[in-house]
């Protein structure tokens, strides 16, 4: 059954009230006082079928109300409802938006079946571990992340009655310390002691990033929710990425590689010794290709492209219909320096990074091309390229971008971490080899032009 016309949570916007949202409520919770006193009012995170989360306010006037007619998990129409931006005093925000949704007493819902609109049972922002030193000095938005629980923990009790939970997460490369307090801390202990596949993932979402002593640690707030061994294309990925015979023989502390800065006609003319291995060059992106092929549709299981075989997507490699798969960037461009030039793949990863949007965020119903994407040509960018065998031995100029930013490295290429493992960043799960992270490569000093 067709319902009315709605918007995506992303335009709503202050100034009227008058909005129709169609969105599954994803997580409910309510805010504690200091002295352990639970709040009447409480909050909701919705997701729409455009893969946008945006937190929801219900007054402690409307709980009542409210709490009888949604229940967490299941779709709904929503209407009539506030939206007001966000203070400077609103710091931990469960999701990275500037607003909020608030019910008033003129808020209409109405529940949805599940055949009426797609909308996902749920949406993680995963942050690299990485990224996570940027996320401490911050203190206005809460953090998603994945990870291999290390080691079973115990909870502690503290003589001024306080509980937490203490354990490491690791995704391969890099570990983090997490904190759980109080019932969420025995909640959790409760939530291991069941049957679960070793090792256990787990996926903290909305969580509290600090550093103590050049230590991250990631701790519960109001919104926090964990999940193991969820059924979620991330997990799927890092535990396929376990299998790998060499997973278990990666050392934590990876060695320091250089990654060298060369022109594009050097990188034209590269050796074999360079072959699957990345290098740095300047270029001006001089040429966005404005096609219908601007985004791909993959594989949950195996992250492979899909192909459409009548009316439905179909995985060569899992040999299977892929009922909704994942929407991916891919974008053609034309770099160009002082003296040459060649074609780059800009794939999810580095169009997100450009335009801080997903494919869903920027797509239209005729899939034409996005104006967002077509704002990068003309700019001067330092890109990671990924050089192939064919690139060298069949002169072959057509190379993927791996990693990029804005702007050009006006010094030597200095040492970057090799992060031959996991890439988590994803929110959304892209199959990646290694990335280089630019708070960690903070000293090559680049110029912003």
Known sequence: MATSFSESLRNVQTGRIDWKVKVRIIREWRGVTRTGIVFKAYNLLLLDNKNCRMHAFVPAALADKISRMIQEGKIYLIKNFQVKEYTEGDKYRPVQMDRQIIFTADTKVRELQENEIFIRANSFDLFEYGDLNQMATQQLYLTDVIGIIENIPKVNHIQNKQVNIKFKMTDGRKKINVTFWDSFAENFEQAIKQDFEQPLIIIITSGKISKWKEQL??????????????EHHSVTKLRNMMKDTNFSKIKFATPKKTIQLFSIDEIKNLSLDFDKEEVLCKATLKLVEETNNWNRHICTSCYSETEFKQSNHFCQKCNKIVAEPLKRFHVSTVGQDEIGGIEIVLKDRAVRKLIDQNVEDVEKEDNSFPNEIKTLQGMDYTIKLRITKDNIEKRDFDYVAT??????????????????????QTFQGE??????????ISQLNYNQK
């Open 431 to 440: 199959p990646s080899g290694s990335s280089f992270h630019l708070d960690e």
């Open 217 to 230: 640690d990631i701790c519960n707030y109001s919104p926090t929710r964990f999940y193991l061994n969820y």
């Open 403 to 424: 990693d990029i930013i804005r702007g050009f490295h006006c010094e030597k290429a200095n040492e970057v971490e090799n992060q031959t493992i996991l890439s988590t």
